[in-house]
C-alpha cells in the first residue's frame, strides 16, 4: 500500500500550492491541544492555529461533544423558511458580544462568502434607497478572501494577475500606520467627497496577510466617523482578528466608532468547521424591508445556518466567554510582549509588531524577498525540522497560537524564532561582499 502522501499526491490539488515543485504533505491523523500527530507519531506544536482558525485547541471535547449531539439530532435543514436552535441561540450570542449597534446576523460559509454578502448588501442598500453608489473603498494591501468579489477588494499583486480584467475597480487608499496617517485620512476624504463610495472595508487595526500590519484605533475611528459623515458604510473584515485574536473579543472593542457591518469566520467555530457571518446595524437591515419584493436580499447557499457548525459555534462561544480563555488572551499577550522586548533591535531584525495574541518579526531581507523568496522557504523548514508549524509571509514570521498554547509551548515557538534570526544573520553574512 502506498503513503498516505502518496495517494494524497495521486489524486489532490492543494490550496496555495505549486503541485509540481511542492514536498509531498505532512499526513496529520490526529490533534489535541496544541499539538498535530502525523501518521508516524511525530507531534507537530501549531503555531499558526492551522490557519489561524483555532481557538482553544484541536479536536476540543467540549465542541466535539455537541458536534456530535446535533449529528443526532438534525443535521441540516434549508434556512429559508425554517429555522432551527443552533443557528437563533447563536445568532443571539452573537449580538451579546458584537459592537452594541449590531442587528442582525446572515449566516454564510466561510471568511469569503461573509465578505461577498457584506459587499453586496452594501451595494443593495443605496440601490434600495433609489441613491445607487458603485464605489468601494478598501487598504491597498489588504485580503478579504479569494472568490471573484474579495479579490476585486484585495490587494492587486501576482495572486489576483491572471484575473485582473475582470475584477471591479476598487479606490484603494494607503494602510495608516504609524507615521502615515495623514495619507490615508486625505486620500478617503477625496474619495468621499464624490459622493459614489457604497462601502469601506478594512481589517481592523491588523492586516494579516499583508504581514501582521498594524496601526492605531484612533485613526480607524477617523476614518469610519469619515464614512459616517459621507454616508459610507463602514464594513469590519474581523474574519481573522474576531474571538479575541487581538486581546479582546473584536478588534473593534478598541474602537469608539462602530462598524455598519462586521464579516466573521476562521474562529467563529473554533476553528472545527466552515461558516460565515456577516453582521449588520438597523438601518442597513431596514432598508430591505418593503412591500416591493424587489428590495429582498436574493442571496444564500445551500447550507446557509448549517445546524452542525452553529453548534460548534455555540460551544466554542461558550468556552470563549469562561474567564479561563479570558487569563490565556492575557497570559499570551503578556508573553508576548516580553519576547517583544528581547527580540526588538537584535541583528536581523528589522521591526516587531505584536497586537494581543499574534506577534510578528520582520527579518532583514538579504536581496530580493517576497512570498516566493528562497528564505521564506528555509523559515518553513527550520521550523518543520524542529516539529512547529510556523508559516512565513515573505520575511516575516508571525506567531498565532491557540489560546490554549502553554507557557512551555510558547518558549518552543520563541526558541524557533530566536534560531531563525540567527538563519537569517548566518545568510546576511554569506551575501555580504566579500572585502579583501
Ligand atoms: C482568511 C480571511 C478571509 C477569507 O476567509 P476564507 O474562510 O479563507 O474564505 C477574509 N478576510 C480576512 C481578513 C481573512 O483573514
Excluded at 528589522?350 to 499574534?358: D, E, H, S, Y
Excluded at 508571525?398 to 520563541?414: F, G, H, I, Q
Aim: overall charge negative; aromatic content about 8%; proline content about 6%.
Amino acid at each position: 500500500m502506498p503513503s498516505l502522501a502518496a495517494r494524497d499526491h495521486a489524486v489532490l490539488w492543494h490550496p496555495y500550492t505549486q503541485m509540481q515543485t511542492a514536498p509531498l504533505p505532512i499526513p496529520i491523523v490526529r490533534g489535541e491541544g496544541s499539538w498535530l500527530f502525523a501518521d508516524d507519531g511525530t507531534a507537530y506544536l501549531d503555531g499558526i492555529s492551522s490557519w489561524w482558525v483555532n481557538l482553544h485547541g484541536h479536536a476540543h471535547p467540549r465542541i466535539a461533544a455537541r458536534v456530535a449531539q446535533q449529528l443526532q439530532t438534525l443535521e441540516h435543514v434549508l434556512f429559508a423558511g425554517f429555522t432551527h436552535p443552533p443557528a437563533v441561540e447563536l445568532a443571539e450570542g452573537l449580538l451579546e458580544i458584537l459592537p452594541p449597534n449590531q442587528r442582525r446576523i446572515f449566516y454564510s460559509d466561510n471568511g469569503s462568502t461573509a465578505v461577498e454578502v457584506a459587499l453586496k448588501m452594501a451595494l443593495q442598500y443605496h440601490h434600495n434607497r433609489a441613491r445607487p453608489r458603485r464605489t468601494i473603498v478598501a487598504f491597498r494591501d489588504s485580503y478579504h478572501g479569494d472568490t471573484f468579489g474579495a479579490m476585486a477588494v484585495s490587494s492587486r499583486g501576482a495572486f489576483t494577475a491572471p484575473f485582473a480584467p475582470l475584477l471591479f475597480d476598487v479606490a484603494f487608499i494607503d494602510v495608516p500606520v504609524p507615521g502615515r496617517e495623514a495619507e490615508a485620512l486625505t486620500q478617503l476624504e477625496a474619495v468621499a467627497a464624490q459622493g459614489d463610495v457604497a462601502a469601506f472595508i478594512f481589517e481592523p487595526l491588523l492586516l494579516g496577510t499583508a504581514g501582521m500590519i498594524t496601526y492605531l484605533a484612533e485613526v480607524l475611528d477617523q476614518l469610519i466617523a469619515c464614512c459616517h459623515r459621507h454616508g459610507i458604510l463602514a464594513i469590519a473584515d474581523e474574519v481573522m482578528t474576531g474571538f479575541g485574536r487581538t486581546g479582546r473579543l473584536f478588534a473593534c472593542d478598541y474602537l469608539t466608532e462602530q462598524p455598519d457591518m462586521v464579516c466573521l469566520s476562521k474562529g467563529l467555530t473554533g476553528g472545527t468547521m466552515a461558516l460565515g457571518v456577516t453582521s449588520c446595524a438597523g438601518a442597513v437591515y431596514e432598508a430591505f424591508l418593503s412591500d416591493d419584493k424587489l428590495k429582498t436580499f436574493f442571496h444564500g447557499h445551500s447550507y446557509t445556518a448549517n445546524p452542525v457548525a452553529c453548534a460548534a459555534g455555540l460551544a466554542s462561544l461558550e468556552l470563549l466567554r469562561e474567564l479561563a480563555c479570558a487569563a490565556h488572551l492575557a497570559r499570551i499577550g503578556a508573553a508576548h510582549q516580553a519576547f517583544e522586548q528581547e527580540i526588538t533591535g537584535q541583528p536581523g531584525v528589522r521591526a516587531v509588531r505584536r497586537l494581543g495574541t499574534v506577534l510578528a518579526v520582520e527579518f532583514e531581507e538579504p536581496a530580493t524577498t517576497s512570498y516566493f523568496s528562497s528564505l521564506r522557504d528555509e523559515l518553513y523548514q527550520l521550523a518543520l525540522q524542529r516539529r512547529v508549524i510556523l508559516r512565513p509571509l515573505g520575511n516575516i514570521i508571525y506567531l498565532m497560537p491557540p489560546y490554549c498554547t502553554t507557557d512551555a509551548e510558547l518558549t518552543l515557538l520563541y526558541d524557533t524564532v530566536r534560531a531563525m534570526r540567527e538563519l537569517v544573520c548566518r545568510r546576511g553574512a554569506l551575501q555580504a561582499p566579500v572585502v579583501v
